[in-house]
């Protein structure tokens, strides 16, 4: 599985952008997809996560209410919804590939990883 993710920019603070990650391959229904992000100098961190079977949905303490995680599997995509954007969620924000349903929020249960895509939030 190749994954793009793509829909990165500069932002003020309270707005909103939705990134979107395109998969190749035909099994993209069969992998739970995840949303991390990593900050300059800190760790890379769990954001959300969506299930392959029956689509369910878990997400950071830190974007709960705010971020929303979608998939279409028709189109081979996932779609992280950012709304009242902080100058603390500016990080590069990866997508990947789990292919099982366990383990959603931990990096290493994630096999294909995405290449990143900026997001910087202005105060």
């Known amino acids: 599985v190749q994954l793009q993710a793509s829909g990165g920019g500069l932002v003020q603070a309270g707005g909103s952008l939705r990134l979107s990650c395109a998969a190749s391959?035909?099994?993209?229904?069969?992998?739970?997809m995840g949303w991390f992000r990593q900050a300059p100098g800190k760790e890379r961190e769990f954001v959300a996560a969506i299930s392959s079977n029956y689509g369910f949905t878990f997400s950071g303490d830190s974007v709960k209410g705010r971020f929303t995680i979608s998939r279409d599997n028709a189109k081979n995509t996932v779609y992280l919804q950012m709304n009242s954007l902080e100058p603390e969620d500016t990080a590069v924000y990866y997508c990947?590939?789990?292919?099982?349903?366990?383990?959603?929020?931990?990096?290493?249960?994630?096999?294909?990883w995405g290449q990143g895509t900026l997001v910087t939030v202005s105060s």
């Open positions: 990947a590939a789990n292919p099982n349903n366990n383990g959603l929020r931990y990096l290493r249960a994630y096999e294909y």
């Open positions: 391959g035909r099994t993209f229904s069969r992998y739970s």
